[in-house]
């Protein structure tokens, strides 16, 4: 049954009989093997690929604000079979640029296989694409889809994933959007869509809100200009790091770890109400007290600590160079500042100029503060460690490090592509 469904299936779409066109350029991975697939009149391999795709509806805003967490389906005629209804998706490569309306939300063919709206409403696939598909949708085909689902990997991890067309890759805004492209590595998103819709509007609603505590305009605004500033991540972290980093330009090298410790909690207990800014210039809100002084500089010495150990793991890893450490931890605020303007413009809390001239800002920090890809990069780890992953390098940490690997190494790497300053 499975593969006369299969056949069925194929023998819908109606390119199949058309004569050869020229190669096409496809914008991802994806429409790229849709359409290789598709010349083959492999329609096993075709939903192969799509079960590892990402999958967008498009759907009226006011109805996804009228019942936030809701999705809803609108079917549409199209022109390969006259008075058939169709559910249309694209996938990512194929999306239009974000605008106020409508959204899309974002699906996959095991959801699909499970909750088909109606049996008599069809399948579109990218129309009007050479990777252009259309299938029936009965129970029967559903299966068929489950089957391909349950053996294909998804959501995808760990892939560089690149906008081949429609996308920057070189220049500011390119270099910008690669300051976010950690992140985008481990989740195997497209590191330079700066058309961003993410995981469908729905969802980037409520990644902001759930991760972010943002549900409105005026708070993506202070939380994006909260993170270009450097001030979303603990300023003690900077007062600790800033010492030794005045350490090392005093005396031309690395700091001994000792060193490092005394010279910091002198500078705690010095500290006076007219008196409480670091070597580093990062003011300090002065202890109030001898209890609260001796707290701070415990904390500072378990931060040294930690440090220390992250520092001597990156090295091991290959993160960080042999006799380097990190000197600032801004750049996890810059890299989620790039990110965090394009999840403002996936759930419409701003708009596609205002989201790049965010980026745009934040690969100008990163290329004020520092000198390489590797050196942000091991410094976004550690900040990323220190807040999430408390010296147990589990997840936190392993996926950071796969990401690091990918992007320092694979040849279409931005980071090998686009000079960091």
């Known amino acids: 049954m499975g593969a006369d469904l299969m056949a069925e299936q194929g023998a819908s779409d109606e390119g199949r009989s058309a004569p050869p066109v020229p190669a096409w350029h496809a914008p991802t991975d994806i429409e790229g093997g849709l359409y290789e697939a598709k010349m083959r009149g492999d329609w096993a391999a075709y939903f192969d690929v799509l079960a590892t795709a990402n999958l967008y509806h498009a759907m009226s805003r006011a109805n996804a604000d ?13 022109g390969t079979r006259p008075g058939t209804k169709f559910l249309v998706f694209l996938t990512d490569g194929m999306l239009p640029a974000p605008a106020p309306d409508p959204v899309f939300f974002q699906d996959d063919l095991g959801e699909l296989a499970r909750n ?58 390119a270099h910008g959007l690669a300051c976010g492209a950690l992140l985008c590595v ?4 497209l590191w330079n869509a700066m058309g961003w819709h993410g995981t469908g509007y729905v969802r980037e609603r409520k990644r902001l809100k759930e991760w972010w505590e943002i549900t409105n305009r ?118 989620r500042a790039s990110k965090m303007a394009r999840w403002g413009l996936g759930a419409r809390y701003c708009d596609l100029a205002e989201a790049e001239r965010a980026v745009l800002r934040a690969g100008r920090l990163s290329r004020i503060n520092y000198r390489s890809w590797e050196e942000f990069s091991a410094a976004y780890v550690l900040g990323r460690c220190l807040h999430f992953d408390e010296e147990e390098f589990g997840d936190w940490y392993g996926e950071m490090l796969n990401a690091h690997r990918i992007l320092t190494t694979d040849p279409n790497s931005p980071w090998l592509n686009i000079p960091f300053t």
């Open 186 to 189: 481990s989740n195997a998103s």
């Open 66 to 78: 009228a019942r936030p967490g809701w999705i809803s389906y609108t079917p549409t005629y199209w």
């Open 116 to 173: 088909w709206p109606q049996d008599d409403e069809w399948l579109a696939i990218n129309p009007g694409s050479p990777c252009e598909a259309y299938f029936p949708a009965t129970a029967a085909h559903r299966l068929v889809w489950r089957r391909h689902a349950e053996r294909m990997p998804y959501p995808r991890r760990n892939e560089l994933r690149t906008l081949w067309a429609g996308g920057p890759l070189h220049g500011p805004v």
């Open 218 to 335: 005026e708070e993506w605004l202070r939380a994006e200009e909260t993170l270009l500033n450097g001030r979303m991540s603990s300023p003690f972290w900077g007062f600790v790091l800033g010492i030794r980093s005045v350490l090392a330009r005093d005396f031309g090298g690395m700091v001994e770890i000792d060193h490092w410790r005394q010279v910091t909690s002198r500078a705690i207990r010095n500290r006076t109400a007219n008196k409480d800014t670091a070597p580093d210039g990062v003011t300090m809100t002065a202890p109030h007290s001898d209890s609260e002084t001796e707290a701070q500089v415990a904390g500072a010495q378990r931060l040294i600590g930690r440090i220390t150990r992250y520092e001597a793991r990156f090295r091991a890893d290959g993160l960080l160079a042999k006799g380097r450490f990190v000197h600032t931890v801004e750049a996890w605020d810059y890299g």
